[in-house]
């Protein structure tokens, strides 16, 4: 399925969020509206976690076909704390393994009265095949899919920048790593364009490089130096060894922490102000130093308390859209 039918696939007849598959070809108003919904949700560290029964008496169903903590822990405990009953698939002992079709295994969830599926894949276009088969009172959300879409990460760091910057029409984002392999990359600068972000620069490896049709406007560059020279945002990436069918090729993490890692030396070639992103999992010292991750400028345990919040306000939206069944 191609963007722009993912992107209508996810909308209601009316325009309202039913599915969450992609963030592409979504009205900047909507992404407001989730963003100003998120920070409703947001408690400082310490306080009580935001609560609600929004989503009491319907069912989300967690099936993660790829490894995850973050996205996983904070759906579950996003459902949780709005109420939900949850259910965790452990793919490891699912029928799926023993051949059952990932469709099969929705079909018998939605038949014990799951409504929302939480989904991450390693096949491009699971999210939206599942979201066209389910029933209508029935929502998908892209946990992460593939090196296609991650539309919840795009939105918490969207959320993230928001919080520090206020503005996203004159920042500089440099995005550095394996943005070729980087669902976490896509999904990001689409958010940012829809926002109005002009300049995001996308600094990788040879052989790494985006197809630049996924990134209208974006520069892509082998220097980083020249990447990230007054940036206001700098996310670090790491390199997607799970997609890369030949890994031997790429150089060694030693010559990739000394070209390609985010230092305390690199950072001061971007803005004083500069916050530090990384969506996680890090590899320390290799894509970010341990002092650059940990640092006075690194935003990234905000990212994580973010994605709660992110996860709350998408599924308050959904299930606010449901029909009766
Ligand atoms: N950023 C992210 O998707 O992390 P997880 O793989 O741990 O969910």
Do not use: C, W
């Not at 984002?173 to 620069?201: E, N, Y």
Request: hydrophobic share 40%; proline share 5%.
């Amino acid at each position: 399925m191609g963007h722009a039918s993912s992107a209508s696939a996810q909308l209601t007849e009316t325009g309202e969020l039913r599915h969450l598959l992609t963030l592409e070809g979504l009205d900047r108003s909507l992404v407001q509206t989730l963003l100003d919904l998120s920070d409703e949700y947001r408690r400082p560290a310490g306080q009580i976690p935001a609560r609600d029964d929004r989503l009491a008496g319907q069912t989300v169903a967690n099936l993660f076909f790829e490894a995850s903590t973050r996205t996983r822990a904070s759906f579950e405990l996003a459902a949780k704390r709005m109420s939900a009953d949850v259910l965790n698939l452990d793919v490891n002992t699912s029928s799926r393994i023993k051949g059952e079709s990932i469709l099969d295994t929705i079909y018998t969830l939605q038949a014990m009265q799951a409504d929302i599926f939480v989904i991450r894949d390693a096949s491009a276009g699971i999210p939206a095949m599942i979201a066209a088969k389910v029933q209508p009172h029935v929502s998908v959300l892209n946990a992460g899919e593939a090196d296609v879409s991650h539309p919840t990460q795009g939105l918490l760091d969207l959320l993230t920048i928001r919080q520090y910057k206020g503005d996203f029409e004159n920042l500089v984002v440099t995005i550095v790593g394996d943005i070729k392999h980087s669902r976490v990359a896509r999904s990001v600068a689409q958010g940012l364009r829809i926002m109005g972000t002009k300049r995001i620069h996308l600094v990788t490896p040879p052989g790494l490089e985006p197809d630049q049709g996924h990134y209208p406007d974006a520069v892509i560059t082998n220097d980083f130096d020249a990447g990230i020279e007054g940036a206001d945002v700098v996310m670090a990436l790491r390199i997607q060894r799970e997609r890369i069918a030949n890994p031997s090729g790429l150089m060694s993490q030693d010559d990739y922490q000394k070209t390609y890692g985010l230092t305390k030396k690199r950072m001061q070639l971007a803005n004083p102000d500069a916050i530090v992103m990384h969506p996680g999992p890090m590899n320390r010292d290799v894509e970010i130093s341990g002092d650059v991750a940990d640092g006075p400028q690194s935003v990234i345990t905000t990212q994580v308390a973010n994605g709660l919040a992110v996860r709350m306000a998408i599924l308050a939206t959904i299930s606010a859209t449901r029909p009766d069944p």
